[in-house]
Antibody, heavy 120, light 107 residues
């Protein structure tokens, strides 16, 4: 069974930093593109970032480019999101998500999410 | 960036009624359109992939159709457990984008 468990969320002041982690299990983590998706309170879904299986392809939404850094450790079956220069508009539940197969870019499995609140 | 526009934003429906949600893309995306269901305080779940293919374990009352720029999610014979927000999502080109969501309420 695919399991994705996020951690690291919390309350941070504007301009601060936070590092999110996602522990993956139940599949061969090293073969899948992984993603971060976020959802502001009461709002819709927004793709944040993706990283390919060997980290040779990385992409970010314009809204976080230059401030967020996605990474992964295939030996530890873990995905990360380093968030710097945080703003109030970054307040959201952040989901770790896996594509349906190694070759198809369809987000199929989601974690339970971790809440990030940016407020003074 | 491809913009996905869903309609309606909200729908109040009686059980056993048929529900139709549409998603329009700002440019052609072939069949690279997928549908998700998100219940309150839960993470989204994939229902339909590539416009019309049901994902594993999804009840048969959920179906999808369309191609190009216009797509439809249909829920036949709505059940109380189907109360949720439904999102469309495209994977035709980067960045991946989502529709704004359609909330389905049970009367």
């Amino acid at each position: 069974e695919v399991q994705l468990v996020e951690s690291g969320g919390g309350l941070v002041k504007p301009g601060g930093s936070l590092r999110l982690s996602c522990a993956a299990s139940g599949f061969t983590f090293s073969t899948y593109t992984m993603n971060w998706i976020r959802q502001a309170p009461g709002k819709g879904l927004e793709w944040v970032s993706s990283i390919s299986s060997s980290s040779n392809y990385i992409d970010y939404a314009d809204s976080v480019k230059g401030r967020f850094t996605i990474s992964r450790d295939n030996a530890k079956n873990s995905l990360y999101l380093q968030m710097d220069s945080l703003r109030a508009e970054d307040t959201a539940v952040y989901y770790c998500a896996r594509d349906i197969t190694p070759l198809l870019l369809i987000i199929a499995y989601w974690g339970q999410g971790t809440l990030v609140t940016v407020s003074s | 960036e491809i913009v996905l526009t869903q309609s309606p934003d909200f729908q109040s429906v009686t059980p056993k009624e048929k529900v139709t949600i549409t998603c329009r893309a700002s440019q052609s995306i072939g069949s690279s359109l997928h549908w998700y269901q998100q219940k309150p305080d839960q993470s989204p779940k994939l229902l339909i992939k590539f416009a019309s293919q049901s994902f594993s374990g999804v009840p048969s009352r959920f179906s999808g159709s369309g191609s190009g720029t216009d797509f439809t999610l249909t829920i036949n014979s709505l059940e109380a457990e189907d109360a949720a927000t439904y999102y469309c999502h495209q994977s035709s080109s980067l960045p991946r984008t989502f529709g704004q969501g359609t909330k389905v309420e049970i009367k």
